[in-house]
């Protein structure tokens, strides 16, 4: 089920069902039962020439019982020059009311978190439906990754699929670039790129949604392929490493991190040795996540 038929649920379904994948149904609801429909619609029509073959309907809350997956993208849009954590009150008032009619339908799936500010309305997820952690994950910063990538393939010349790169931490304004884990071909990437060119990559991967949305508006069709990337390796059990945000029950808050994720979920977040600058970097987005909880939990 896709809860939410603006863009970016609107881009996931797109995206389901023009590769092959694993799901059977798709039940796309929003509070616009006209758009949902509409939507569902428009992806029947895909049917007979995409890879996928599926069932696709709108439908509402109630369906949430049979569901393998709910992925939330419902909620107040990030305008031009909104931060994602000024979405934080508005759209936690949103969460709140969906999960209990989610869960109050049987739901005992896996819920993934899309809406911003992602991380903080993970841990709320979490809390609001009373899964365990390992059923409640938020994209993360697989978006964030993947731009990172794209733009270190593109300074190296190479496939950025060839690149093996994360950006981790808070979805958002603290998130930073894990140069000590990064690797082309098993080389080092602080060894290929200046310390200077490196900063200004990380800079883009963290920055470009501001552009992007000061721009066109918005930002959906990224993170609607990484959001499918991510429900094919759930349902096919794949056990990729992925830069979801999971749960740290040391720090008791989310963020994105390297993690195995399988049909379980989150089956095990890497345990990286850091160096000093990094770990101190991954503490500050700790934090800032940590005060934005306790600012909407008053």
Same mark, same amino acid.
């Given at each position: 089920?896709? $809860?939410?038929?603006?863009?970016?649920? +609107?881009?996931?379904? /797109?995206?389901?069902?023009?590769?092959?994948?694993?799901?059977?149904?798709?039940?796309?609801?929003?509070?616009?039962?006209?758009?949902?429909?509409?939507?569902?619609? #428009?992806?029947? #029509?895909?049917?007979?020439? &995409?890879?996928?073959?599926?069932?696709?309907?709108?439908?509402?809350?109630?369906?949430?019982?049979?569901?393998? %997956?709910?992925?939330?993208?419902?909620?107040?849009?990030?305008?031009?020059?909104?931060?994602?954590?000024?979405?934080?009150?508005?759209?936690?008032?949103?969460?709140?009311?969906?999960?209990? =009619?989610?869960?109050?339908?049987?739901? #005992?799936?896996?819920?993934?978190? $899309?809406?911003?500010?992602?991380?903080?309305?993970?841990?709320?997820?979490?809390?609001?439906?009373?899964?365990? *952690?390992? !059923?409640?994950?938020?994209?993360?910063? %697989?978006?964030?990754? +993947?731009?990172?990538?794209?733009?270190?393939?593109?300074?190296?010349?190479?496939?950025? @699929?060839?690149?093996?790169? /994360?950006?981790?931490?808070?979805?958002?304004?603290?998130? /930073? +670039?894990?140069?000590?884990?990064?690797?082309?071909?098993?080389?080092?990437?602080?060894?290929?790129?200046?310390?200077?060119?490196?900063?200004?990559?990380?800079?883009?991967?963290?920055?470009?949604?501001?552009? %992007?949305?000061? !721009?066109?508006?918005?930002?959906?069709?990224?993170?609607?392929?990484?959001?499918?990337?991510?429900?094919?390796?759930?349902?096919?059990?794949?056990?990729?490493?992925? *830069?979801?945000? &999971?749960?740290?029950?040391?720090?008791?808050?989310?963020?994105? /991190?390297?993690?195995?994720?399988?049909?379980?979920? $989150?089956?095990?977040?890497?345990?990286?040795?850091? *160096?000093?600058?990094?770990?101190?970097?991954? =503490?500050?987005?700790?934090?800032?996540? !940590?005060?934005?909880?306790?600012?909407?939990? @008053?």
């Amino acid at each position: 089920m896709i $809860v939410g038929t603006g863009n970016v649920g +609107a881009s996931l379904g /797109f995206c389901l069902v023009n590769q092959r994948t694993a799901i059977s149904e798709l039940i796309l609801t929003d509070i616009n039962a006209d758009d949902a429909e509409g939507e569902a619609m #428009d992806l029947r #029509d895909t049917l007979a020439v &995409s890879p996928a073959y599926m069932k696709i309907c709108s439908g509402t809350y109630q369906d949430a019982k049979d569901c393998d %997956i709910i992925v939330i993208t419902a909620g107040a849009p990030q305008k031009p020059g909104e931060t994602r954590m000024d979405l934080l009150k508005k759209n936690s008032e949103i969460l709140k009311d969906m999960i209990s =009619q989610i869960m109050a339908a049987g739901f #005992d799936g896996i819920i993934i978190m $899309v809406t911003n500010p992602m991380d903080i309305m993970t841990y709320l997820a979490m809390q609001y439906s009373g899964l365990p *952690p390992e !059923k409640v994950i938020g994209s993360g910063t %697989i978006l964030d990754s +993947a731009r990172l990538r794209f733009k270190i393939s593109e300074e190296l010349g190479v496939s950025p @699929k060839s690149v093996h790169a /994360f950006q981790v931490g808070e979805h958002g304004d603290t998130e /930073f +670039a894990l140069w000590s884990a990064a690797t082309l071909g098993g080389l080092p990437l602080e060894k290929l790129l200046k310390k200077a060119r490196r900063q200004e990559i990380e800079d883009y991967a963290r920055n470009e949604a501001y552009e %992007i949305i000061s !721009k066109k508006g918005a930002t959906y069709y990224g993170i609607g392929a990484c959001v499918a990337k991510l429900i094919n390796c759930i349902l096919g059990d794949e056990r990729r490493i992925l *830069p979801i945000s &999971s749960y740290d029950s040391y720090s008791d808050v989310y963020y994105g /991190f390297p993690a195995i994720v399988g049909r379980e979920g $989150v089956i095990k977040k890497l345990d990286l040795d850091l *160096p000093e600058k990094e770990g101190i970097a991954l =503490q500050k987005s700790i934090n800032a996540l !940590k005060s934005a909880i306790r600012a909407v939990q @008053k």
